[in-house]
């Protein structure tokens, strides 16, 4: 069993068709500037990025039209995003010291442990096969970085912090008792939903110009 004290909010990770719409919608919604990330060849995705906090951050994430398909889905359901899909807040990452502990200690299944680089930084991360994130995205993926330093740490500081985050879903028992299993506590609420209702996560985030919104709601 981890640690109860061990996972934290690693990240939050924005989908996007492409990676300007995904960057135009944070620009739109928080009036800050990313900044460039990098390329995951093995994934075929592009990203860039946004300090939350000396080690957190919030990523937007979508396929690289300019390196080859992978022979693989790609991860956070990216490939499930139709043209007309609007970037929206699909997950969150879980930081962890142990992910090989983290990930057997889950009651249910969250994805295999894989190794990632991207320039300069190594992490291994739980993937699940198809891709597609555990409870739609409302449990994280884990990550275990392989660096001592946090890519966080060399992001501008842009005035931005994460002040809470909420998950709304039908199968809200079971998400805490996943929870419980990975000794997730206090780091987000989770609410019911009725069977008609589309399972989203919202992420409340302090800005210089004050408290604003990103949302997983599909509407």
Not at 182 to 201: A, C, K, M, N, R
Request: glycine share 8%; proline share 8%; net charge negative.
């Amino acid at each position: 069993m981890t640690d109860l004290q061990d996972l934290q909010i690693d990240h939050l990770v924005i989908a996007a068709h492409r990676l300007e719409a995904g960057v135009d919608y944070i620009n739109n919604t928080l009036s800050v500037r990313l900044q460039p990330g990098g390329v995951h060849t093995s994934m075929g995705t592009h990203n860039a990025l946004l300090r939350l906090g000396e080690r957190q951050y919030l990523e937007v994430i979508a396929p690289d039209p300019s390196v080859p398909n992978p022979n693989r889905p790609r991860w956070f359901g990216l490939d499930s995003l139709k043209s007309y899909s609007p970037p929206r807040l699909v997950t969150w990452v879980a930081r962890t010291p142990n992910i090989h502990n983290a990930v057997l200690s889950s009651r249910e299944s969250i994805g295999r442990i894989e190794p990632m680089s991207r320039g300069d930084y190594k992490w291994l991360i739980s993937i699940p096969p198809d891709g597609i994130m555990p409870f739609h995205g409302i449990v994280p993926a884990l990550i275990e970085w392989q660096n001592e330093s946090h890519p966080a740490e060399k992001l501008a500081d842009s005035g931005c912090k994460l002040i809470q985050m909420e998950a709304h879903h039908q199968l809200q028992k079971r998400i805490l008792a996943v929870f419980e299993s990975l000794g997730i506590h206090g780091l987000l609420s989770v609410f019911p939903l009725t069977t008609d209702e589309q399972p989203y996560l919202d992420a409340y985030i302090e800005t210089p110009g004050g408290l604003k919104n990103i949302s997983g709601r599909i509407v």
